[in-house]
Nanobody
């Protein structure tokens, strides 16, 4: 079993930055591709960013390219999401997810999920 715990969300003004993190325990962290998804009120969960097992490859949703950066520290079993130039449309619960199989931007292909961390951007 794998446990994922997000932290680092919060309230920030438009144009500001946040850096949520996701601590992973229970299995070998480096076995998993990791991703961040988000879900805004009344909307479906959407892909934000993903990173490969070794951290060499990353993918981003068009809406966050150039503003968000996903990274991981395999020694610390942690994945991060650096979020810059935030705007109110980024307000959502942010979830991290782990996948042992292939590379994916589709939420139902991920095996393990955290409980989420709230990010609120005020205008």
């Amino acid at each position: 079993q794998v446990q994922l715990v997000e932290s680092g969300g919060g309230l920030v003004q438009a144009g500001g930055s946040l850096r949520p993190s996701c601590a992973v325990s229970g299995r070998t962290f480096s076995r998993y591709n990791m991703a961040w998804f988000r879900q805004a009120p009344g909307k479906e969960r959407e892909f934000v960013a993903a990173i490969s097992r070794g951290g060499r490859t990353a993918d981003y949703a068009d809406s966050v390219k150039g503003r968000f950066t996903i990274s991981r520290d395999n020694a610390e079993n942690t994945v991060y999401l650096q979020m810059n130039s935030l705007n109110p449309e980024d307000t959502a619960i942010y979830y991290c997810a782990a996948e042992a199989a292939g590379w994916s931007t589709i939420s139902n292909e991920y095996d393990y999920w955290g409980q989420g961390t709230q990010v609120t951007v005020s205008s």
